[in-house]
């Protein structure tokens, strides 16, 4: 990464070069491909007060240069807000180029989902063999009471006679709820 720093109407000490090539080396933990930074500090002059105005610009490979552009009184503050945009937006643009899309899994079939959930919890060696669940056959709720009841797991989801969903589960208060 190449790095300028041009100091106009403003005289430009080694510790303010120092702090802001500091802040370029902070942009490269994303692991984008930046090849050039630029800082442009400029001194100015409104109704008799001082200011500065900090221009960075940054070249990234194949997409579009990100320009930041931040006034202040102080030539330090000046620099760490317009870091923090350009944190805020290369962030988004590594994200961006990053995101991986998801398969839902209404899309996948369900040899797919029992290869990947064997792969990732077995390794490739072990093979699973599929069960068939008792969900799809409908119970009454004190049918599905009795099981949970006769079980130690916290709930029980079962298919009511209506064909709904239904999740019985056990309360603190030594009760059961029903969603």
């Known amino acids: 990464m190449n790095i300028s720093i041009v100091g106009r109407?403003?005289?430009?000490?080694?510790p303010i070069k120092e702090h802001i090539e500091g802040l370029f080396y902070s942009l490269e933990k994303y692991n984008l491909d930046i090849l050039h930074c630029r800082a442009?500090?400029?001194?100015?002059?409104?109704?008799?007060?001082?200011?500065?105005?900090?221009?960075?610009?940054?070249?990234?490979?194949?997409?579009?240069?990100?320009?930041?552009?931040?006034?202040?009184?102080?030539?330090?503050?000046?620099?760490?807000?317009?870091?923090e945009r350009a944190h805020k937006v290369l962030r988004r643009h590594h994200d961006k180029i990053n995101y991986k899309h998801a398969t839902p899994i209404e899309e996948m079939g369900a040899e797919q989902i029992l290869k990947d959930e064997a792969f990732e919890a077995y390794g490739s060696d072990d093979e699973i063999v599929p069960m068939d669940l008792d969900l799809h056959k409908p119970l009454e709720i004190e049918d599905a009471l009795e099981r949970l009841k006769s079980s130690s797991q916290q709930f029980f989801v079962f298919n009511d006679m209506d064909g709904r969903m239904r999740v019985l589960y056990k309360r603190t208060d030594a009760k059961y709820g029903l969603y």
């Open 9 to 14: 109407h403003f005289e430009l000490t080694d």
């Open 40 to 83: 442009i500090i400029s001194g100015e002059e409104k109704r008799g007060k001082k200011g500065f105005v900090v221009d960075f610009t940054i070249s990234l490979a194949k997409t579009n240069t990100v320009v930041i552009r931040q006034r202040d009184k102080d030539v330090y503050a000046a620099a760490d807000l317009a870091i």
